[in-house]
Every structure is written in C-alpha cells, then in structure tokens.
C-alpha cells in the first residue's frame, strides 16, 4: 500500500478531536479499519501504508488522481537504451525532502540498493527485474535491468522504487514506526508531511509547504483507524468523519448506499480475492487435489451470502477489464461441480470413508469482518461434497503472513491489489517461482518461468496476449490458485466532501479533496 508542527496549544489539539464539520474547509477527517504496517518502503507490502507513501512521497513516475495513463513525477522523462536493458531517467531540479535535503541521483540509488539489500516484502519488485543502478550526473540515474520489461515504466511508480532520505533511514534495518529514524520522524517530499502517528489510532498529515507541485485543496488530513466496521459507519453518519473508504460490511453498503445524507462513491476495482495452495505440501502438492477442491466453490453463492451481492465472480487471477481476462475457470471446473469434484478428488485416493481432511485459514485483520462469513460458506461448499473435512482457522495478519512464510498453512485465502497495471502482475506473483515462494505458495515449474520472461520481454502485445491467454488457461490445470471473486470499490463521503477519484491504479491521492 509513501512531520510537521508540534501543536503547542491545548487548543490546537482539541481541534484535530472536534467533529469533521467543526474545520471545514482546512481538515479532512477519514475514516478507515485498514492498518499501517511498517513505514518502510523497503518492506511495507499493503494497500493502505502504501496507500500513505503515494501522499507522503512521491514516485520517479506516477499516476494523476484516478487516471490510469503515466506522467512524469521526481522524474521529467526517460529514455530507453541499450536494447532495453536500460533506463536513464532525469530527475526534477529543485525537490527537497521535508527536511531541507535536495533530492539528487544519489538518493535514488541509495534507496534502490537499500530495497535490495533488505530484501522485505516488496523487493521483488525490484530484484526480479533491475541489475543495478548507476548515477550519470547530480540528476541523472541510469536502471539496468537483467532482461528487457515491457512494462517497467509502471514498476517506476510503485513503492519501492521511491526515493527516501539517505540520512534518515538507516541502510540495512526495516523500519516500523516513525520514531525509529534519525531524528524520530519521517521526513518525505510528496504533498504532505506526517505531524503525528499514534499506530492503530490516528495518523495526521498536514500539508508540505516545500512540495514541488500543485498544493493540495485542503490543509490537513486526519486518519483515524477503527476496530470494526460498525463503529466506522456510526461515526461517519454522526458526522464525525468527512468520508471512510475500506472495508464496510456489505449491510451497512447497502444501508449507506440508500441514505439521502451521504454520498456513495463506486467503482469495479482491480483487487481479487483467491484461494491458495502450499504446492509443497502433500497432498496439495498433487494438482488433482487442487483441481477437485477449486471443483466446488460456488462463487455465486459466495456472492450472495457473504456480499450482498456486492462483488462479481471471477474465473481467472487476471481481473475483468483489463486485456488478455478469461474465464477458464467457469469453462473448465465450472462453479460448485460435485460430480467433478468428487471424481478428481477419488483419482487421489479420497473417498467419503478416507475424506480429504485440511485446515482452511483467514485473517480479518486485513480483509474485513466477511472473512469469517466466507470461510463458513467455503467450508461448507466444500464439504458437500461428502468427501471433504474442513477444519477452519484464522489468524492475525503478521502471524498469516509468518505461517505461509513458514509453510503452516496448506489452504488460505489471500487478496491481491496490483502492485502494476498489467496481466504480469496478476499470474507471474503467484506462478513464477520467485513471485510464488513470496506469496507462501511455492508453485515452480521451468515452462511458466520461460512463459513470465517472454511475456516480460516481449514488446508486441499482441504476443504478449497470446501469452497470457495460454498461462490462464493452463492455470486450469495446475491451480496453484483458485480466483474467487473481484471486488467493487465503495467509498462514502459527506456531501459537502468533493473530488474523490478513484482508479484502477488504487493510487488514493488526499490532496484533491475538499469541502465546499
């Protein structure tokens, strides 16, 4: 999912406390029950701490409020050299971090070996295609890459490739929280800087006077975290919060979206939800077992019962609406096909007197209260089988991400949101070798790699196309995964509240709302 002003007076402080309407027109206060992980490039891999970084720092390339197409951002252009293998990029003169620092080739590279060298969460995004980085001038950086990447202009704009300040992070550590910087606080150059954090509680950013680009049509924006759903929504229609994105109940969407005193914001977005295998791990090392269990979901039935109706089935990791989508999985295993099921699942050797017996794990912590819904109706999809015991079981999410690390969990679900716009994204992080051991899956098979690097290397789309039609289909068969569904966006704002845009990209930017 990129500090300002200590507030002296008690008065201030009591300020950011008041209700939304009481600072119209200066703060935004924005309600969520997402959470930030850790405030470290380097290592944060989630939606709404990166959500953040876009609003505190900024990207070499980026995307305009809820626009999908790249413009130049710390970086004026690019060029393409050496047959693809490299890009020189140069930066914008005249950027400062909040502290002062300018903003030169050398903080890029920094912060470029420093991904590299941690190697969190993220740094896939960056070691699986970049070689190494060269600076050329005081404000010139030269990318060279191990293989050409059609698409690497979008990996420019994601998180980890954004620029940080050498003298504040340090090298080789991953950062939690603010207060373990040099100086105790986070010092970016995006079109906020941060006043307060209080982890799970409130973060406060206030606008950046020294930002080198339009400046944002409010003074500040408040974050406030809450524990559930529930209590987000009463806040929000009590007035007490501008607008609250992520992740409502689908009772209170419905309700919210029927109300005549809020504005619904919508979107078909890019996020997907799907089940996953720990391929090492017999029996689910076998892709007949995966085959049969993906057999019997019923992603209707998920629909309806867990969201309302809500969200849309999905029959491939590519989403609906972006190029090369098919829908494989409703053609070749179909939804809730028992008889299927039962008969790949007997190939292996399970019966309904030697049932296939596993645990099937979920987190509300990132996903939402509606994990523990969907798990329910999973379970019981999948036991009707009559051949299938399901034990289900949950966890925070830092202990989730520990056992698929650890290889705990043979059967979870997890949620992807695109790290870049391309079908790469959706299949290779799952099915590559490298992008699968990071998500716990650890699928690996030669003929795919060659498949991913082709299709990286290619820059004809229309073969890039075929490409990835062929993987979806050939994801039928092995299941590394199984899609369940995609999701929709729902955001819901005051109606004084105006200029919220949200893209395919997720790229959330605060700076272009306001209140009228």
């Not at 969520?32 to 490039?41: C, G, L, S």
């Not at 689908?250 to 996953?276: H, M």
């Not at 912590?365 to 999948?382: I, N, P, R, S």
């Amino acid at each position: 999912m990129k500090m300002l002003r200590l507030i002296v007076t008690c008065l201030a402080v009591a300020c950011l406390l008041l209700p939304a309407t009481a600072l119209a027109g200066t703060t935004l206060v924005y309600g969520t029950t997402e959470r930030v992980t850790d405030m470290d490039p380097a290592n944060a891999y989630d939606f709404h701490t990166w959500e953040i970084f876009y609003n505190i720092y900024q990207g070499l390339l980026g995307y305009e409020a809820g626009e999908t197409e790249l413009v130049p951002q710390l970086a004026e252009s690019y060029e393409v050299v050496d047959g693809g293998l490299g890009y020189v990029l140069k930066l914008r003169k005249g950027v400062m971090f909040t502290d002062g620092t300018p903003l030169d080739a050398n903080a890029v590279k920094w912060s470029i070996d420093r991904v590299i060298k941690i190697k969190g969460d993220p740094s896939w995004l960056v070691t699986d295609f970049v070689k190494s980085v060269e600076v050329l001038g005081s404000h010139e950086v030269k990318f060279i890459l191990h293989n050409p990447v059609a698409y690497f202009p979008s990996l420019l704009a994601t998180v980890p490739y954004y620029p940080i300040n050498p003298n504040i992070y340090p090298a080789d550590k991953i950062v939690t929280n603010p207060s373990e910087l040099k100086g105790g606080k986070l010092v970016g150059l995006g079109a906020y800087k941060v006043a307060s954090f209080k982890r799970d509680q409130e973060v406060v950013l206030e606008v950046n006077p020294d930002f080198w680009g339009a400046k944002p049509k409010n003074d500040r924006v408040v974050i406030r975290y809450f524990a559930d759903a529930t209590t987000m929504r009463l806040s929000l229609e009590k007035g007490e919060l501008d607008f609250a994105f992520k992740s409502f109940n689908p009772s209170d969407i419905s309700d919210l979206s029927k109300s005549s005193k809020i504005k619904t914001i919508t979107g078909q977005g890019p996020y997907i939800r799907y089940l996953c295998f720990q391929c090492k791990t017999p029996p689910f090392d076998n892709k007949i077992v995966r085959r049969g269990i993906a057999a019997a979901i019923n992603r209707p039935d998920i629909i309806k019962k867990v969201f309302l109706g809500q969200n849309d089935p999905l029959y491939s990791m590519v989403p609906m609406g972006m190029w090369t989508h098919t829908n494989n999985f409703k053609y070749d295993l179909g939804d809730a096909n028992m008889g299927l099921s039962k008969k790949l699942l007997a190939q292996a050797g399970f019966n309904k007197s030697n049932k296939l017996k596993f645990d099937l794990w979920y987190t509300t912590a990132h996903y939402g209260d509606t994990e523990v819904d969907m798990a329910a109706v999973m379970k019981q999809q999948l036991e009707a089988t009559g051949v299938m015991e399901v034990k289900v079981k949950s966890a925070e999410w830092a202990t989730y991400k520990e056992n698929w690390r650890n290889q705990v969990m043979p059967v979870y679900f997890l949620g992807w949101y695109p790290d870049y716009i391309d079908p790469d994204n959706y299949t290779n992080s799952f099915a590559g070798t490298a992008g699968s051991r990071g998500n716990g899956i650890h699928f690996s098979d030669p003929v795919w790699d060659k498949m991913f690097v082709d299709g990286m290397k290619n820059p004809d789309m229309d073969e890039r196309a075929a490409i990835y039609k062929k993987i979806q289909q050939m994801w039928t068969d092995e299941v590394p995964t199984a899609p369940i569904f995609q999701g929709n966006l729902y955001l819901f704002a005051q109606k004084d509240v105006y200029g919220i845009k949200i893209s395919p990209t997720l790229q959330f930017i605060y700076s272009v709302i306001e209140k009228k």
